[in-house]
Structure formats: structure tokens, C-alpha cells
């Protein structure tokens, strides 16, 4: 690395901490970055629903990915011409393997998903798609304890019920509400309605 | 005492700023923002929005109080947005990555707090070539964007895209275009519908919209894009890189170069590389009814090297063309281009050809320009605020604006083509006396050809004049040429002249790109082929001293001054060939015609990228001695 490079790394380094090394104050949780994930389709986000709890939220592989205590590094985004995906800086206590897991009216019928946005909330991040044109939201935060995340979806009228495939890694817990499941790990919520899903890690984060 | 030396100093700065038209003047940023300046833009009010490369808006109301005025972040966490437009201070668009997003804040509370996607009908992967370049906004309220190639200097995934990714070469394009529409420029309605308007950009970074509503955009020099352009967008057309052909409705298979170069449309105007920069940016119009100088009407273009250029665009026959010129250059110096590393990425050519093509004009003081001038605004008081990011192709990052004096510049206003020439018309009276010397006129021409390589320029020769007649008031002056032709880029230097009170031409040179005479006739010879053989350098000797320059330039970033290679700059997973390395598989074991080959043409599946369309075969040669003479097998083994 020439001098100049290290000069203008060295000028940049304050300016990138802000973006991603810096944990702020609990006021400016949660806060979502479009970027390159690990694992995951073009243009993901990483979520910062804490200083401490963070996940990877990935349209194009239908939602949440990889949930983990710690925070995200943006700095492998941001170096040079070509970049690296950021990085995981905590330890992940849920890895998901299934892609999109959601479905409306048929489990097993694989439907166009459009991404539409996000809003923030207090304490929260409110991400909007649509599943064959009906609209449906899920609202991430992190639970009580903050230790956690909770997912709450909520399904469109007309759309038919909605079906949730819900994995249960070795590393976390994970709780399903509002809906019945069907058939081991294959939940199904009624036309409209909504479903909390909440998953926490097993072990005791460290400090 | 020091306080005489403040008061001298004071005057001195004032006396320097009197001698220019322009003045240059830093924008100092807030505190906590990113100098990454990625696009630039005014809210119908004057506020002032910025974006940068790392994905925040900001907004001031104030922007003429710099630093200390009253900036907040109004939104963050975009995917590299490069282009935004701003309808108020509370709703704002961007082009991402991925999507059109529309920022919204709701609350009132000056933050952003709803990112909605407008549109993301096409399609990109993780490559770090992929941008989403814009915005734009026409009268009817459609919003205008372009994608860009992705590089396979890098990696492309295969993850989860939106839609199937095709692999499919339409020709021989060293730039894909893997994901839906990349490599197109884009028209969402105001509902959010997509409607792809016209393909075939490699890198289209610059939008803009004329004051009549016409749809312009620059485009980058590389493979089959033999110099940067900028190019009329008209629904349905193709404007010469093949990759994106393959997204239309009617693509029925991969085409030869002929019928390729059969369905490109030309470029308005032709920004010849080196001479008027290499990668240009954001076209905008000067609407600002005086307030900017004497050019209004005419576009301005910022340039990733340390150069602004402005064009002035006329109708012939029915279509665009016009002539491009220097506007404001920094004075980087000659000794810096004989120097010069690759670390401004000048992309010219060092020594002889480097003097020719890059020179000092106007030769600055004060703030100077810095390079990677992407995006620019005219603020409501006439100034143009230029936003600048040079991430891994140079150094320097900020914003800048560009003040009119008041004082009138020495410039060529105009070149207009006529029935046997060129009308020029001066910003002022000149002195008529040279204006009548031939010896103050040189006009030559060139062309460029359309090959998969991109390619210098070809059938270059002396344009001889004709007659020349000044009208009174020595403004406008009307050239007849010898043999008038289309198909060719007409370039006019005046270094010798001055104004009538004295002052030189601030940029004495002029490039007209003649698509088309008065009476519609175009070009009709070979648009891939020279219409002469490329002359040989030096009686076709190649020139190790030329090869040393050569490769100091354009060589060096990647396989480092010493020969050894290695990682390249932010990726250290792709290798540049070690010209030390030694034996049967080392690189400069491979027979001359081979090497030659890969310098041209690029390595497949490598990062090197093709050198064709900037070097001419003579410099390719010199190159190639070089490397024979510095890292060759001749002198004792080096590394294994």
C-alpha cells in the first residue's frame, strides 16, 4: 500500500467508524444499512436493532437471515474500488438454510416477492413486501431482555392463510404466535391475521 | 508588521482571484460526514442535498455558510446511492444500488423515517462495477436512471438475484451484462412502472436533461465505447456496447461486429480520451440566464480526471452533434503527467503523446479542482457545486463550486458547422490580426473505430483552410475547409490567439463531432477499420524509454513499478501477473504476438483489462520491449 493510500485510509478511518464501528447511544438503534451481506442475494440489509443485537435482513432470500449478538463492520464496503460483503462482528445464534419460508394460501407454492421498503419506528424497523401483489409487513425488535429478536408479521385479508416454515437451530430458541403449526416446523396463520415469532439465543451472550 | 504582511498577503489573494474568470471555492462539510460526494442537488426552496458514497443524505439551508451552517442527516444507510433529487426537504429520491427509493420524512422531525421503493425492475448482482446511476426527473414526472456493466475484474455472484441471471455473450464483450436491463438506461413512471428506454451503455455515470426536456447521457470510454461520449437517448435505440442487446424483446441471438455496428447509433458528442478526460460524469444545462458567464444553454460535464468540459449542442438534420471543449482544468503540471504513476488516473499516455493531449489551459492559482468530478448542481445563484469521489481510481473527495466573476472569459462561444466548414464565434472581440494568420489556426481530425478493443484514434491528418472570413467586431469567424467529410471528429487549436485587449484563449481548443452535414449525408465508409493503416511509431521500432512511461501509467497500479504484481487495491484475491517470476509459466515466457495479445485485448477470466483502445499498436509494442528489457529473461533469474 503506497503512502498516499495510507494517508487517505488514515483520513477516512474516523469517517467509517462513525458509519459502523461507532455504537452511539441507545437512542439511535435500530438502524438498517443496505449493503453486500455475507451469504445473501445483492443489495441486502444488516440490521442494528441494539449495540448488541444485529441480523442480517435479505428481500431476495425472503427475510431474516443470520441473527447474532454483536454488531455489524460496514469497513470491507466501504475501502477501495472493489469491495468486500460487511462483516459479522458477534457471534450468530440463528442461521437460517430455507429460502423464503413464507407463503399465502398454498405451503408450497413459491410466490413473486417485491420488496417495498421500510419505516422506522420507535424501537423498531417495520420492512414492507408484497407476496403475488398482497401486502404483507414484518416489524423486527429486539425483545425484552435485548437479547433477542421479534419478528411480527402481518398477513393481508384475501390473501388466503399464510404458512410459515420455522427452523429451530442448536443455538437458539425459537417461539411461534398467532397461528397453529401443522406439521412439524410448518405453521399456518388464518387470512389476516398476524404472527409473532421470537428467537433467542440459548447461551447467555457475552458481555 | 505582520499585520502589513496579512494586509499585502490580502491583496495579493485579491489580485490572484481578478485574474480569474472562474474562481474555484471549497465547500467545507460538516462535521461526521463522509466527503464522498455522490450526488448533488437543490430543493425547489435553494436548500442544498448531497448524498455520498456510503449512503447518507444531507441537507443544508444555508449551503453558502459551509461547515457552520445549519446541515443535518436527513436520511442513511443507502447502498452507494449516485444520483438524488430532491422535491422538498422532507421528500427526497435516490438512485441505490438495487432500486429508486423515495425518502420520506413523515413526522416532521427533519429525519427521514419512511424508504420507500419506488422501483427495482432490474436486476444486479454483487460486482463492484454494477452502479445505478442518476436521477433525473422529466416533465411528465418520469423519473430517468441507467445501469452500469459489471467488471469481470471482480467476482460476479450467482446468489439469489431477483431474477435468472444469463451468462450469454451477445459479441465479445470483456463487460457482461448478467442481470436484467443493465447496461440500459431506464424510465419509471410516476406509479412505478419501468420501461426500459434505450441499451447498449457500458457505463452511462452522467444524466441529464436538456431545457427542452431531451434526455442526454455520458457514457465511459472501454471496450467497443472507443471514447466517452454523450449520447442523445431516444426510445428504442442502441448506443454501441452489445452486453445489454441481449434484455431486448426482439434479441434472437449473438451478432457480429457488422451488423453490431449497423444498429449503433452514434454519440452527440464525442469527448476525445485524454484530451477531455476519461471518465466523464453528470451533464448539466447552464439555465442560470447569465448569472454563470456567457455559455447559457450550453452543457457543462465534470470529469473523474481533474477537468470540467463544456459542449455546445446544435440540431442537424434532425439529430444532435456539437463541439466539446476544455473549461476548467487543474494545473497538475506537465512534470506530473511526464511522472505520473497512475495515481490520478489520468489515463493518458506519459511523455510526447501526454504533452499533446494534456495540456495546462487555463494555468491556475488558488483553490485548484480536484479530480473525481461525478456530480454537479447550478445552486439558485448561479454557482455550480461540484461533488467529487474518487474511491480506488484516484485521491480526493469533497465539494467544491465554481463562481463566475463577472469578468467575460476569453473562450470559443460556439462552433457551429456550416456548408463548407465551421462558423466559431469568440465570447469577445479578438485581435484580428491573428485572427487572420493562418499560422494561428491548426485544425486536424481523426476518427475512432468500433471494436470490441475500444481504439485510439485512426486516419488522423491536417485539415487544410481554405478561406477564413472575420466579420466586424471580430467575434465570428467562418472556416472553409478542404474536404469537409462525416464520420470524423474535427479538432481546432488556437493557442496563438488573443483577444483584442490581449488576453489569450482560456482554452484554445475545440472538438466537433461531425455525424452529419447540413444536407443529412453521414459517414458511409467502414466503421470497424481505418480508412489508412495505422501509422507505425518510429519506423515501427518499438521504444523501451516510450514503454517505461507507458507502463508507469497504466501498468504500474496494478503490477507495481518494480514488476512484482500482487494483490490488486481493495482486492487482494485477484493477482496481477509477477513480471520477475521466472520459467515456462512465468508471464514473460509467452511468445511476443501472445503478450501483445493479452496487453490489447485483455486476459480472459483475468483481471487485466484490454489496453487496445487506449494505446496504439506502436505504444503497445514499446510497452512490451519494456517489459522484455526490465523484467526479461536475458539477466539473471529473478524470483521463482
Known sequence: ?????????????????????????????????????????????????????????????????????????????????INEPAKVDGKPFYVPTLVH????????????????????????????FTLRGHPVS???????????????????????????????????????????????????????????????PKTPAAP | MTRFFSILLALSAVSLRADHTYEIEEIPLPEGMVPEISGVAFTPQGSLVVVNRPGEVWLTS?????????????????????????????????????????????????????????????????????????????????????????????????????????????????????????????RVAPDGRMTPVASGFRTAAGLGLSPEGELFVTDQQGDYIATSTL????????????????????????LDLETLAARRSPEAVALPHGSLGGSPGEPVW??????????????????????????????????????AFPFIRDAIGLEAIQANRGSDNLTIPAGRDGLKHFRDVPPRSGTPLRPGNMRMAFAPDGSLYVGQTTRGWGQGDGLQRLVWSGRTPVEIETMQ????????????????????DAKTWRVSRFRYLYLPSGSPRVDESPVEIRDLRIDEGERRVELDLAGLEPGFIYEVELEALRSADGRPVENPLAFYTLNRLLDGRGFTGPLSAPLRPVEETREGVPDPESGRRLYATFCATCH?????????????????????????????????????????????????????????????????????????????????
Open chain 1, 1 to 81: 500500500m503506497n503512502r498516499h493510500r495510507s494517508l487517505l485510509l488514515a483520513a477516512l478511518l474516523p469517517f467509517v467508524a462513525a458509519l459502523s464501528g461507532d455504537a452511539g447511544t441507545e437512542a439511535d438503534y435500530p438502524r438498517v444499512f443496505r449493503t453486500f451481506m455475507p451469504d445473501s442475494g445483492p443489495s441486502a440489509f444488516a440490521v442494528e436493532l441494539t449495540p448488541s443485537l444485529a441480523l442480517c435482513y435479505d428481500p431476495l432470500r425472503g427475510g431474516v437471515g443470520e441473527v447474532w449478538t454483536g454488531s455489524v463492520d460496514l469497513s470491507p464496503t466501504l475501502r477501495a474500488k
Open chain 1, 101 to 128: 419460508p413464507l407463503r399465502l394460501g398454498d405451503p408450497s407454492a413459491e410466490l413473486e416477492h417485491r420488496f417495498k421498503g421500510y419505516r422506522y419506528e420507535a424501537g423498531a424497523v417495520v420492512f414492507e
Open chain 1, 138 to 200: 414484518e416489524t423486527l425488535r429486539a425483545d425484552e431482555g435485548g437479547r433477542g429478536l421479534v419478528r411480527e408479521l402481518a398477513f393481508p385479508e384475501g390473501g388466503g392463510p399464510a404458512f410459515l416454515r420455522v427452523e429451530k437451530p442448536a443455538a437458539a430458541e425459537v417461539r411461534v404466535e398467532g397461528g397453529a403449526e401443522v406439521e412439524p416446523g410448518l405453521w399456518r396463520f388464518p387470512d389476516g391475521g398476524k404472527a409473532t415469532v421470537r428467537i433467542l
Open chain 2, 62 to 186: 444555508d449551503p453558502a455558510k459551509g461547515a457552520k451552517g445549519p446541515w443535518r442527516r436527513f436520511a442513511f444507510g443507502l447502498h452507494e446511492p449516485l444520483g438524488v433529487l430532491a422535491l422538498s426537504e422532507s421528500e427526497i429520491f435516490v438512485t441505490q444500488r438495487p432500486e429508486l427509493t423515495r425518502l420520506l420524512d413523515t413526522d416532521a422531525d427533519g429525519i427521514a423515517d419512511r424508504y420507500e421503493t419506488i422501483n427495482d425492475d432490474w436486476c444486479v448482482t454483487d460486482n463492484w462495477h454494477e452502479f445505478t446511476f442518476g436521477l433525473r426527473r422529466d416533465r411528465e414526472g418520469n423519473f430517468l436512471l441507467a445501469t452500469g456493466l459489471p467488471d469481470v475484474a471482480g467476482p460476479i455472484s450467482t446468489r439469489h438475484p431477483r431474477v435468472p441471471l444469463s451468462e450469454e455473450k451477445v459479441h465479445r464483450e470483456a463487460k457482461p451484462s448478467p442481470g436484467l436491463y443493465e447496461g440500459w438506461v431506464l
Open chain 2, 231 to 254: 449520447v442523445h437517448v431516444q426510445p428504442g435505440r442502441f448506443y454501441g456496447h452489445p452486453a445489454s442487446l441481449k434484455w431486448r424483446e426482439d434479441y434472437a441471438g449473438p
Open chain 2, 286 to 323: 447552464d439555465t442560470t440566464g447569465g448569472k454563470f458567464g456567457p455559455f447559457e444553454g450550453q452543457v457543462f460535464i465534470g470529469d473523474f480526471t481533474k477537468l470540467i468540459s463544456r459542449v455546445f449542442l446544435e440540431k442537424v438534420a434532425g439529430e444532435f452533434q456539437g463541439a
Open chain 2, 417 to 436: 458547422l456550416t456548408a463548407r466548414g465551421f462558423r466559431l464565434v469568440f465570447t469577445t472581440a479578438m485581435d484580428r490580426a491573428r485572427l487572420a
Open chain 2, 560 to 640: 507495481q513499478p518494480d514488476g512484482s504484481g500482487g494483490g490488486l487495491p481493495g482486492a487482494p484475491q485477484l493477482a496481477a501477473a509477477n513480471f520477475r517470476r521466472r520459467g515456462p509459466d512465468g508471464p514473460l515466457a509467452k511468445p511476443d504476438e501472445a503478450l501483445l495479445k493479452i496487453i490489447a485485448e485483455g486476459a480472459e477470466g483475468k483481471p487485466m483489462p484490454p489496453f487496445g483502445g487506449v494505446l496504439k499498436p506502436g505504444q503497445i509494442r514499446d510497452v512490451l520491449a519494456y517489459l522484455r528489457a526490465a523484467f526479461g529473461e536475458d539477466d539473471a533469474p529473478l524470483d521463482r
